[in-house]
Nanobody, 122 residues
Framework: QVQLVESGGGLVQAGASLRLSCAAS????????MGWFRQAPGKEREFVAA???????RLTTSVKDRFTISRDNAKNTVYLQMNSLKPEDTAVYFC????????????????WGQGTQVTVSS
């Protein structure tokens, strides 16, 4: 019902910035809560950021001073601006979408992208 395609990942040095994009299709974008999770090698998938259909947003504590989530409904796209990247940010970043919720639980999201790799060297 909803397809999500992430882009913008890459290999950067610590302190650099990246902007991830997620393009959505298959459902009215403006009605979706959108977010980002990440999964580092050998670790569980964790919440990063989310934004509601009305613009409310939340970020996990470890990134709240460095990352920004935003959305452009005209482009059916959600963004994650990542500044001051650290090696511990290295992970596959997944775009997610849900009907109404924009929380930090895996079960609150119905649709997932395939992920984009972010690697931060020290």
């Amino acid at each position: 019902q909803v397809q999500l395609v992430e882009s913008g990942g890459g290999l950067v040095q610590a302190g650099a910035s990246l902007r991830l994009s997620c393009a959505a299709s298959g459902r009215t974008f403006s009605n979706l809560a959108m977010g980002w999770f990440r999964q580092a090698p050998g670790k569980e998938r964790e919440f990063v950021a989310a934004i509601s259909s009305r613009g409310g947003h939340r970020l996990t504590t470890s990134v709240k001073d460095r990352f920004t989530i935003s959305r452009d409904n005209a482009k059916n796209t959600v963004y994650l601006q990542m500044n001051s990247l650290k090696p511990e940010d290295t992970a596959v970043y997944f775009c997610v979408a849900g009907q109404t919720v924009y929380g930090n639980r895996l079960s609150e999201y119905d649709y997932w992208g395939q992920g984009t790799q972010v690697t931060v060297s020290s």
